[in-house]
Structure formats: structure tokens, C-alpha cells
Nanobody, 126 residues
Framework: VQLQASGGGLVQPEGSLRLSCVASGFTFLTSVMGWFRQAPGKEREFVSVIGWSGSNIYYTDSVKGRFTISRDNAKNTVYLQMNSLKPDDTAVYFC????????????????????WGQGTLVTVSS
């Protein structure tokens, strides 16, 4: 299993970035995928999750209305479009695969994911 995240960088407040995570080594089509983030000195926290068909989507409250998760099963890729970025969004962002058989609505905790990418750093600063 490999998850390769990219797209991070330095952006000014209210700017946008799109993160990508390319998956390989497993059946992406039937896997639930999530994004987490970890700010300096803080625990890794849930950001968003998307079901295998793209129809079940959840966000943490702090990013609702600003972030959009999506997936392209033909490209084995999950995306996180981040708009109206704030300094508090500064973190390393990780994509992860949910444990098989876990309902999407329960995939908000790290323990329910079994594979992680290496992370991509997002810095929001003027």
C-alpha cells in the first residue's frame, strides 16, 4: 500500500491550495479515504472523509464551507480543495485509507485508518 500526498506549500491567508493523494497497491475503488492534519505541537486531527462512491462525505466543523474533498477512481486519487485558508490551517496534511468494513460516518478517528501517506506541509502566512 502506498499513498503519495502532494500539493502543499506556502500560501497567504484567504488563498487556496489543492492537495492530491495518489494511491497504489490496493483496490482504491472500494476504499474509503480520509484527510487528517497535524499542526506543530498538536495531535493529528480529522479533516475530511469520502466514501468509495463519493456520495458519503464528512468534514470537521472548522473546515466546512471552505474545504472540498473529492476523488477520481479512474486515477486512484483523492483530492482536498482548500479555499479561504487561515493561519490556523497550517499543518502537515496526511491522506489515509479507512479500515475495510468501517462505516464512513465512524471514520473520524486515527485508529480507524490502516495506511497513511507521508504528508504534505501547508503553511498559511502573510
Amino acid at each position: 500500500v502506498q499513498l503519495q500526498a502532494s500539493g502543499g506549500g506556502l500560501v497567504q491567508p484567504e488563498g487556496s491550495l489543492r492537495l492530491s493523494c495518489v494511491a497504489s497497491g490496493f483496490t482504491f475503488l472500494t476504499s474509503v479515504m480520509g484527510w487528517f492534519r497535524q499542526a506543530p505541537g498538536k495531535e493529528r486531527e480529522f479533516v475530511s472523509v469520502i466514501g468509495w462512491s463519493g456520495s458519503n462525505i464528512y468534514y470537521t466543523d472548522s473546515v466546512k464551507g471552505r474545504f472540498t474533498i473529492s476523488r477520481d477512481n479512474a486515477k486512484n486519487t483523492v483530492y482536498l480543495q482548500m479555499n479561504s485558508l487561515k493561519p490556523d490551517d497550517t499543518a502537515v496534511y496526511f491522506c489515509a485509507r479507512g479500515r475495510a468494513g468501517t462505516p464512513v460516518v465512524l471514520l473520524r478517528s486515527r485508529e480507524r485508518y490502516d495506511s497513511w501517506g507521508q504528508g504534505t506541509l501547508v503553511t498559511v502566512s502573510s
